[in-house]
């Protein structure tokens, strides 16, 4: 069964910094295209950044230059972090597989005050 868990989420001031990390299990993490997403009160998930199983990246105009995505395999982990952060990021991020699987993790929690 796939299980994915966030966890580096936080509270910080626009303009900071964090790092989000997402441990995966129950899939050939190696071969699996990965992403994270957010969704923000009242609005859609959306994805903001993917990598694929070769280490080809993607982001979202959003967050483009200031969002970096990653992967270890050996750990089966994928990685965001996340700089020059703005209110407009403050969501919860969840990753999960392109495409994505039905069930998700339980997210992390990024807000950020202006």
């Known amino acids: 069964q796939v299980q994915l868990a966030e966890s580096g989420g936080g509270v910080v001031e626009a303009g900071g910094s964090l790092r989000l990390s997402c441990a995966a299990s129950?899939?050939?993490?190696?071969?699996?295209?990965m992403a994270w997403f957010r969704q923000a009160p009242g609005k859609e998930r959306e994805l903001v950044a993917r990598i694929s199983h070769g280490g080809i990246t993607d982001y979202a105009d959003s967050v483009k230059g200031r969002f970096t995505i990653s992967r270890d395999n050996a750990k089966n982990a994928v990685y965001l972090q996340m700089n020059s952060l703005k209110p407009g990021d403050t969501a919860v991020y969840y990753c999960?597989?392109?495409?994505?699987?039905?069930?998700w993790g339980q997210g992390a929690q990024v807000t950020v005050s202006s």
């Open positions: 129950g899939l050939t993490f190696s071969s699996a295209d």
């Open positions: 999960n597989r392109v495409p994505s699987f039905a069930s």
